[in-house]
């Protein structure tokens, strides 16, 4: 799953107010989970601490499209009475309830994701196994451990625990985020599209994910076609597609600026991937965040890799791709050869005629009737063409 790299603090007014919801469904849970002792209290708790300070891009996006569908200059302002009634306020709280739940999404897939890559860290720092994995580590010292106690077989019995864990833990903020969508104070009509919606989204990151699975493990042919369709059911479908189109369907907007939303949400999401693949594979580290070349220790099929399979480079691509003792020098040396064979340019032109899609989409199907939303979807695509976090 994308871990996006954005700052905080480009929309202050935003992240507080999911924060706040966030934290508010949060404690419903930790109150919850005082009945069942001390040990899955502070599993909730070290859950919690691993979820605050995320970066809200999918929240985010919700929260400015909706804004943006409901300005007064538009005409489109379906609830129109601010301060005598509780009733536009209420709205705005639905869809920042909404939008959090968006983000526990997000939590559980990545729970889930970094137990399928057997992952501790993310983006260099203990994720909830690995944290959970460390402190149960630590007490377990030379003046602890007993001389009968086997130290190998103890760490095998704590990556269980923790990988259990995640698993677990991921089910039950799947399960909140569900109960934020299902409970919201929203009209019934509003609620069954949204439901289908999620429905949808769910099931599109699961298909992708497999299908990642399946590339990495050789299972299916890493054709381009089958690289760029994982990217879009993976990351595109619930990164920008459902926010966008969930804020459609809580603005009240027309079934046709839904679908145009959807449209343009899986092509911001694709290029979003892309742009990702394209960091780890020529990008600053220590700018972007991510180990360097994971994507080619990993294996991880890509549509860069994609591309180069198709050169007359691949077979000196292949040797050092995913291979076991892949040192740092390894990863220059194919940053070297995808650049020489036209794979980099091929992806960067890629991404940006996907941009270039979505600047078009807004300006010929969304500027009449929602010039605001129109300036919005624009200025979003300006601020992630070029990217590099």
């Given at each position: 799953?994308?871990?996006?790299?954005?700052?905080?603090?480009?929309?202050?007014?935003?992240?507080?107010?999911?924060?706040?919801?966030?934290?508010?469904?949060?404690?419903?849970?930790?109150?919850?989970?005082?009945?069942?002792?001390?040990?899955?209290?502070?599993i909730?708790?070290?859950?919690n601490?691993?979820?605050t300070?995320?970066?809200l891009?999918?929240?985010?996006?919700?929260?400015?499209?909706?804004d943006?569908?409901?300005?007064?200059?538009?005409?489109?302002?379906?609830?129109?009475?601010?301060?005598?009634?509780?009733?536009?306020?209420?709205r705005?709280?639905?869809a920042?309830?909404i939008?959090?739940g968006?983000?526990?999404?997000h939590?559980?897939f990545?729970?889930?994701d970094d137990?399928?890559?057997?992952?501790?860290?993310?983006?260099?720092?203990p994720?909830?196994?690995?944290?959970?994995?460390?402190?149960?580590?630590?007490p377990?010292?030379?003046?602890?451990?007993?001389?009968?106690?086997?130290?190998?077989?103890?760490?095998?019995?704590?990556?269980?625990?923790?990988?259990?864990?995640?698993?677990l833990?991921?089910?039950?903020?799947?399960?909140?985020?569900?109960?934020v969508?299902?409970?919201?104070d929203?009209?019934?009509?509003?609620?069954?599209?949204?439901?289908d919606?999620?429905?949808?989204t769910?099931?599109?990151?699961?298909?992708?994910?497999?299908k990642?699975?399946g590339?990495?493990?050789?299972?299916?042919?890493?054709?381009?076609?089958?690289?760029?369709?994982?990217?879009?059911?993976?990351?595109?479908?619930?990164t920008?597609?459902?926010?966008l189109?969930a804020?459609a369907?809580?603005?009240?907007?027309?079934?046709?600026?839904e679908?145009?939303?959807?449209?343009?949400?899986?092509?911001?999401?694709?290029?979003?991937?892309?742009?990702d693949?394209?960091?780890?594979?020529?990008?600053?580290?220590?700018?972007?965040?991510?180990?360097?070349y994971?994507?080619?220790?990993?294996?991880?099929?890509?549509?860069?890799?994609?591309?180069?399979?198709?050169?007359?480079?691949?077979?000196?691509?292949?040797?050092?791709?995913?291979a076991?003792?892949?040192k740092?020098?390894?990863g220059?040396?194919?940053?070297?050869?995808?650049?020489?064979?036209?794979?980099?340019?091929?992806?960067?032109?890629?991404?940006?005629?996907?941009?270039?899609?979505?600047?078009?989409?807004?300006?010929?199907?969304?500027a009449?009737?929602?010039?605001?939303l129109?300036?919005?979807?624009?200025?979003?695509?300006a601020?992630?063409?070029?990217?590099?976090?």
């Open positions: 799953m994308v871990d996006v790299a954005a700052d905080r603090s480009t929309y202050p007014h935003y992240t507080a107010e999911i924060d706040a919801v966030l934290q508010r469904i949060m404690l419903r849970g930790r109150n919850r989970s005082t009945a069942y002792g001390p040990q899955f209290s502070h909730w708790d070290l859950a601490s691993c979820l300070g995320g970066k891009l999918r929240p985010r996006l919700l929260m400015e499209v909706f943006a569908l409901t300005p007064d200059q538009d005409g489109i302002r379906w609830l129109k009475e601010p301060s005598t009634s509780s009733r536009a306020e209420v705005r709280d639905a920042l309830e939008a959090a968006i983000e526990l999404l939590y559980a990545v729970i889930h137990l399928i890559d057997e992952d501790l860290t993310r983006r260099g720092k994720n909830l196994m690995g944290s959970l994995l460390k402190e149960m580590e630590e377990r010292g030379m003046e602890t451990l007993g001389e009968t106690e086997n130290p190998v077989q103890n760490q095998s019995k704590d990556v269980h625990f923790v990988r259990s864990v995640g698993l833990v991921g089910d039950l903020m799947l399960s909140s985020a569900h109960h969508f299902a409970t919201a929203l009209p019934r009509s509003a609620r069954l599209r949204l439901l919606l999620v429905e949808h769910v099931t599109e990151s699961c298909v992708g994910e497999l990642d699975v590339l990495s493990d050789g299972v299916l042919d890493p054709a381009l076609e089958a690289t760029l369709e994982m990217t879009r059911l993976k990351t595109a479908t619930y920008f597609e459902f926010p189109r804020a369907i809580l603005a009240g907007a027309s079934i046709d600026i679908a145009t939303l959807a449209s343009i949400g899986r092509d911001l999401g694709v290029a979003f991937q892309l742009q693949d394209i960091l780890s594979a020529f990008g600053d580290e220590f700018v972007h965040g991510k180990d360097a994971s994507d080619f220790r990993e294996g991880k099929e890509t549509p860069l890799i994609a591309f180069a399979r198709t050169t007359n480079a691949w077979p000196a691509i292949q040797q050092r791709f995913g076991d003792d892949f740092g020098s390894d220059e040396l194919l940053s070297s050869l995808l650049r020489e064979c036209g794979a980099e340019e091929f992806v960067r032109t890629m991404i940006s005629e996907l941009f270039e899609r979505v600047v078009t989409s807004a300006s010929s199907r969304l009449a009737s929602s010039p605001s129109a300036r919005c979807i624009v200025d979003l695509a601020s992630l063409e070029g990217r590099a976090t």
